[in-house]
Nanobody
């Protein structure tokens, strides 16, 4: 089970940190991803991290502004979002898939959190 939190209403240029807490004792064996879905748009890949935390990947639209990290001792993955833009407004969801290797495709993730809403005003 995944529980995402940390969303909110911020102004352009502000920062937010999203958290996703996982239950269970096999968190280190799960690759994690963050996806987002804006109103009227398809869900899109934002960032992902391998189970070990040694490999990460980002969508071009967030590269240099967002950082994904994980604390396997706390069964938690984070998404630090800096320099937020209005186009970052969306519902952000964390997802998990078994194995060390992440994927860019939502269909490859078996477990999903409920989503947390991020709204960036201009």
């Amino acid at each position: 089970q995944l529980q995402a939190s940390g969303g909110g209403l911020v102004q352009a240029g502000d920062s937010l940190r999203l958290s996703c807490a996982a239950s269970g004792r096999t968190f280190v064996s799960l690759a994690m991803g963050w996806f987002r879905q804006a109103p009227g748009k398809d869900r899109e890949f934002v960032a992902a991290i391998s189970g070990s935390g040694g490999s990460t990947s980002y969508a071009d639209s967030v590269k240099g502004r967002f950082t994904i990290s994980r604390d396997n001792a706390k069964n938690t993955v984070y998404l630090q979002m800096n320099s937020l833009k209005p186009e970052d407004t969306a519902v952000y969801s964390c997802a998990a898939r078994r194995g060390n290797t992440y994927s860019y495709y939502p269909s490859q993730y078996a477990y999903w959190g409920q989503g947390t809403e991020v709204t960036v005003s201009s």
